[in-house]
């Protein structure tokens, strides 16, 4: 410090102002001239000393760093702003080698300033005297708060418009509910929170799992956490535990009230309010969790639960971009889950309308043609379909089997599967050939005024005449098992679907082969994507089973050589073996 001691322009002025001043006019000029500069410039300039210690500061400076000149003079740059973030290796590499440098420093002064987070761009030049010895650094700043302010604000909202973007294509991906619950709490982690949960509403209004008076009970359907972390967790809750909320608690607020709830650096005293738990808040701040931000997941009016984010250990609190961001893919997911439960719903009323059908024989079986029959619904979790199959027996002892497929999938189809089977069953009463039970039936439908259409095959089976008699509408053909064991498809003229109203049939009759085996089935058996179809029905022709086994036992045969897993489709087969009088 001796040799570089802090100089001010005082001291110049002073030596200046001694006996030779008369001899130096320009000299006195120049430094006016540089006086003025240095100090007038709205860049912030400083002199430091080989230990990066403050030899000189303008006025600028000062008034960034929040300190006087006194305050930093001798100290260095870390000393005085330990709030910033600068590189001081590079300054020493300047020392150094001599070459400027620049850089970036960016952080907090005790200066008051409109801005979040301030940044400089400052240059630095080393500094020898005449005899060639390093004096130290000349820095110049120039502060870049407000571009730099502005360049974070649009990664931000192109981060958010990224996140939202992402979020479509993987959120509420399925019709399911806890799998969409899981893609919700995976997408949180790590771009948003250390540990996402979902909690749901239970809404239970008695049994076992009814929550006491005025008590919210919600089940954790789903967790994802950094690696760490999810272990200790999933020991508070893990999935399927309930977590109870009593009035007063601020989730129970935030679910209340529709709003989210933050809290970041979370005091003691709210860890037992139960923030989080109640009775878990020590362990929670065992893991190190800190910050808490709590979505109420709403659809329409109606609260289904609720997204549960938390950081923990060195991560930041949660920003009001985060909230406004996660507060969208909260919304965002709760339509996602208001579909997948509509959709859960009306599948479970579509599934339980059409197995009330499909176990709903109407008659006792015939002993004289004997059927099996195996249904399989696709895997791919789709709604419902409309197939159907039956075996009606007749009064003049022939049996009348019919298998269709209705257009499209759900209720709907369900119900339009019904009106078909019951008009069919009413219309074989009344003794018509099969070519006839098609036509009324097409007609009666297409009057009703139903808009959905339907393939359907019916072979009708007469022992005291030993014929079988077939008539299509618009179905694929029926397959035969001989007593030789070899599978053939039984060409039948097809008409048109049922529903149209402008169906034309046929019946073909053939003499019935004693012991052979029919197969009826739907196009979930043998078609697959982007494959013709004469290709999907060869492979039925290729199937190799033994036509003495039983009827349940070809079945499972059936299927096992040609359902796929999973199945695209529904799969209905209905086999009928033929017997003599």
Known sequence: MDAFRPLLFEDVEALLAGPTAGDLPRLVQEYGLLRQLVEGTAAGVVVLDTELRFVYVNPHMVRISGLSAAELLGRTLAEASPEVDRPESVLRQVLHDGQPRELVGTGHTRADTPFTRRAW??????????????????????????????????????????LLDTATARIGTTSDVQATCVELAQFMVPDLADAAGVELNLDVKAGPHRPPPGVLRLRRAALAAVPGIKDAVLALAGLGDTLDYPPGTEIRACLDAGLPWLSNGIPEQEWQSGVVHADRSTSYRNIGVHSVLVLPLIAGRRPLGTLSLVRAFNSQGFTVDDVSVALELAHRAARALERAALHTREHSMALELQHALLNDTGAPPNPRAPTAFRYLPADDVALIGGDWFDSLPLPDGRNLLVIGDVMGHGVEAAVAMSHYRSALRALA?????????????????????????????????????????????????????????????VEIPVGPPLGTGFGSYTTLTRPTVPDGVLLL??????????????????????????????????????LAQLADAPAEDDIAVLAARSRSV
């Open 521 to 558: 089935y739907t196009d979930g058996l043998v078609e697959r994507r982007g494959e013709d179809i004469d290709v999907s029905l060869r492979r039925l022709t290729r199937l190799r089973l033994s036509p003495r086994a039983s009827l349940d036992v070809i079945l499972d045969e059936v």
């Open 429 to 489: 009463m009344a003794g018509l050939p099969p070519h006839l039970l098609l036509t009324h039936a097409d007609r009666t439908v297409a009057e009703s005024g139903f808009d959905r259409v339907a393939t359907c095959l019916l072979t009708l089976e007469d022992p005291v005449r030993q014929t079988v008699s077939y008539a299509n509408a618009g179905h694929l053909p029926p397959a035969f098992l001989s007593p030789d064991g070899t599978v053939g498809l």
């Open 121 to 162: 761009h400052a240059t630095y030049h080393r500094l020898h005297d005449e005899r060639g010895r390093v004096l130290g650094l000349a820095g110049i700043f120039l502060e870049i708060s407000a571009p730099q302010q502005h360049v974070d604000e649009l990664e931000r909202a192109h981060r958010r418009m990224t």
